[in-house]
């Protein structure tokens, strides 16, 4: 390469006139010298026969000197140093991203490994215990058999053995109370950045649990969802899960804009912030409760620690419309939350949170005339209701109205520019 560069700017070579080279030992044809070059370079003296064909085959292509001479201005040129440096950059962010992700399916391989073990369990069951999301001890001993019949295709009585088999290999049973303290003790928690909020929900929001928002429009639902997509990064001394979150928005109300405003007023990087958020958009319920299904094949895969629905009824709301469809409805959020409910049992460090909207009662005349949607079945549902209202300017009053361990209460946060404040 050197020779060619040499060759070009030296004395005594003219474009379009034919040159022996004395370094590759052959003659050059105008506008060909680079890659001859290139390609000599390339070939050991063994398979000198081999390179004759292919310093041929080049021939046949319609070079240029126009080529030539790019290729040289390229080679000399500085920003191509640059590119090479950024392009290293990416190949270890890469190297990074590979290792978290063998690490998660290594975790997956180990789940399967437990599965395989089940007594009965084939190839070709295990394959369809996969295939349908049943990757884990922990999916198959909390999901009723008639869905793990539904979706695996196998029989009521093979499901009914490996029920009873995980089961027993995860101890599910009669537990002390002392054991669920221990276990309760070491329940991990995403902070909401505001102190405020945090007490009032006993230091943040809780994993194994399902945490519903609800409150009329623009009470910082949404806000609140997009901050702990965020925080749920955060490490842990920091009161984050160290892990990624799963956003499925049914309102078309997610906006990275503001997850990036939220990162920097965190001192984060905003790319790896956004990066590590899985996001779904569901066009109607339908949509919405397979998109919750395929989320749990996600969970280890790529290390969710979080999973929002926002909003979790309005869906149903807007399709199923009228008395007449009620109770089909209501069944159809009945099990939607359950299969919720039960990713909250399976992943034990994993957070459920979903927003909801709020209809005015009026027939209502004494307290308050607001209800969360979804009626009976979502408050029975969710673990921990927090109901928002709008305060003074950007002040949001939360108040906590449903959790089974904490008293009733109110806290103030704010939303700023930079995402919740207290
Ligand atoms: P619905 O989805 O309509 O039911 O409302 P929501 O409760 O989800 O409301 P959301 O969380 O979207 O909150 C909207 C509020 O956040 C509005 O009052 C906005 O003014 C406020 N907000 C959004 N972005 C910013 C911002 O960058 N700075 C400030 N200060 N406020 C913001
Ligand atoms: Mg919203």
């Not at 975790?107 to 089940?118: R, S, T």
């Not at 949509?287 to 909003?311: G, P, R, T, Y």
């Not at 008293?407 to 520019?417: D, H, K, V």
Request: some cysteine.
């Amino acid at each position: 390469m050197a020779k060619a560069i040499e060759i070009n700017n030296g004395n005594g070579f003219e474009m379009g006139e034919p040159y022996f080279c004395t370094e590759c030992n052959r003659n050059h044809t105008k506008g060909k010298i680079y890659k001859e070059h290139l390609e000599f370079a390339r070939i050991n003296d063994s398979e000198e026969k081999d390179s004759n064909d292919k310093s041929e085959n080049i021939n046949d292509e319609n070079d240029d000197e126009a080529e030539l001479l790019k290729v040289l201005d390229d080679l000399e040129d500085d920003s191509n140093l640059n590119e090479n440096e950024e392009i290293n950059e990416e190949i270890n962010e890469n190297d990074d991203q590979i290792e978290d992700n063998s690490n998660n399916r290594s975790n997956k391989n180990e789940c399967i490994a437990q599965v395989k073990k089940l007594p009965g369990v084939g190839e070709a069951t295990l394959s369809k215990l996969i295939k349908a999301g049943f990757d884990s001890l922990e999916a198959i001993a909390y999901t009723p058999p008639k869905i793990i019949q539904d979706e695996s295709g196998l029989g009521e009585k093979t499901i009914a053995k490996l029920i009873k088999a995980s089961m027993e290999k995860l101890n599910i049973g009669f537990k002390s109370a002392e054991v669920i303290w221990e276990h309760r003790k070491n329940i991990s928690r995403i902070t909401t950045s505001s102190q405020e909020l945090d007490n009032l929900l006993g230091g943040g929001i809780e994993t194994g649990s399902l945490i519903e928002f609800f409150g009329e429009f623009r009470t910082g639902k949404t806000q609140i969802a997009h901050q702990l997509c965020v925080n749920v990064q955060l490490p842990k001394e920091l009161g984050g899960l160290e892990g990624n979150a799963l956003y499925i928005d049914t309102e078309g109300t997610f906006r990275p804009e503001r997850i990036i405003q939220m990162a920097e007023g965190l001192n984060l990087d905003h790319e790896t912030i956004l990066k590590n958020i899985v996001f779904g958009r569901a066009y109607n319920s339908d949509h919405q409760i397979l998109l919750v299904k395929e989320a749990a094949n996600l969970i280890k895969e790529k290390n969710i620690k979080l999973i929002i629905i926002d909003s979790l009824i309005g869906h149903f709301r807007s399709e199923y419309i009228g008395r007449g469809t009620l109770a089909n409805r209501q069944q159809l959020i009945n099990t939607h939350l359950h299969d919720l409910l039960r990713l909250c049992d399976i992943y034990t460090d994993l957070a459920v949170v979903v927003t909801n909207q709020v209809s005015a009662k009026p027939d209502v005349f004494y307290g308050n005339p607001i209800t969360a949607t979804g009626g009976n079945i979502v408050a029975h549902g969710s673990t921990i209701r927090v109901y928002l209202r709008k305060g003074k300017g950007e002040q949001r009053v939360a108040k906590l109205v449903d959790a089974p361990h904490l008293p009733e209460g109110e806290g103030i946060f704010s939303i700023t520019e930079e995402g919740i404040k207290d």
